[in-house]
């Protein structure tokens, strides 16, 4: 099989690890079996144009297929993070609207609206 190396379309900046696994089809159990029990080894070269080659060495006639997977390296803390940094930001957000509303001379000034409208429609 050739297959044209791609990068997969994704919206966030992290690096993802393209792997191959050549398994085969065990109509018995209706699963597909990988590794050293599926009787197949996987070979990937690079090929005269670039493009990388995948090749499947079985040792039978059976159906078989390559599984392309995308790994990578997800840090699920870097979620949790971003949450709790988010609520602070959103905290401080509703404490810079509610200590203007009170200050009603303050209100009056053009560029002090201007803040409090920027930081409501945020």
């Given at each position: ?21 050549c398994v085969f089809y065990n109509t018995t159990t209706a ?71 009170p200050a009603k001379e303050m209100l009056q000034t053009r ?9 409501t429609s945020l």
């Amino acid at each position: 099989y050739s297959v044209r190396e791609e990068k997969p379309r994704a919206y966030y900046k992290m690096f993802l690890k393209l792997s191959y696994e050549c398994v085969f089809y065990n109509t018995t159990t209706a699963s597909w079996v990988t590794g050293v029990e599926s009787g197949c080894r996987t070979r990937e070269e690079i090929g005269s144009n670039g493009e990388k080659l995948v090749s499947c060495l079985c040792s039978h006639m059976t159906s078989f297929a390559v599984l392309m997977s995308f790994d990578s390296d997800y840090d699920p803390l870097e979620e949790t993070v971003t949450f709790i940094l988010l609520g602070v930001s959103l905290g401080c957000l509703v404490l810079t609207i509610i200590a203007y509303l009170p200050a009603k001379e303050m209100l009056q000034t053009r560029s002090v609206r201007i803040n409090l409208f920027l930081a409501t429609s945020l």
